[in-house]
């Protein structure tokens, strides 16, 4: 039996019409830590618990699909030279629930060398230094991580750290883009409300930027996401 919590599984060519062709990859659902509002043992509201991708995550999470760390970073490291790709549509970094896992992503750092691989991580980072530190290096390399802010006052909090770009979650029915508390420009992701915008075609996760990206609550439990992201 694999241990869920190292279980990562790449599909190769996602057929999510929202990413596009590029590869992804699922992350158990043991690597979501304990900060993360959208955490099943907190109030929910996690769009990866709903619809087809939903039944993807649990065998990966069972251990059914997907392999360990070393095998992964293999892979990474097989993609082309500046291939895009994007790291957990479901789950997080590796690491024990409340800090990351230093020497897995320096492993996936370097096996992501001349790619342009992206993620998200709700690793708590005003708090804890180890997982700053991992998250900053993780950015000067190359691997881009962006800080999840659970709504406008916590995004301003994650950028003035100044360690990677954030996202933030944003009412459901938000189709503007707006501003932080703080005055900075929050731009929404176009894939979410154009049908003729993808991961594959923005590309503005996996940059450095000041923008703030926010991503209108989606999903089954999109009003529950709603209600975080109202503060």
Known sequence: MKNVNMNIHVTAVSGNRKTGPIPVTTSSAATCPTACPFNNANEGGCYATGGPLALHWRKVTSGERGTDNAAFCATVASMKDGQLWRHNQAGD??????TIDAVALAALVTANSGKRGFTYTHYDCENNERNRLAVELANFAGFTVNLS?????????LAALEIGPVVVVLDSAQRQNLATPAGRTVVVCPAT??????????????????????????GASKRKASNVAAG
């Open 193 to 218: 409300i154009r049908d003729d915008v993808t991961c594959e075609s923005c590309q503005m996760c996996q940059r450095q930027r000041s923008a703030i990206i926010g991503f209108p609550a989606h």
């Open 149 to 157: 802010a659970n709504d406008l006052q916590h995004a301003d909090r």
């Open 93 to 98: 970094l590796q690491g024990d629930g409340e």
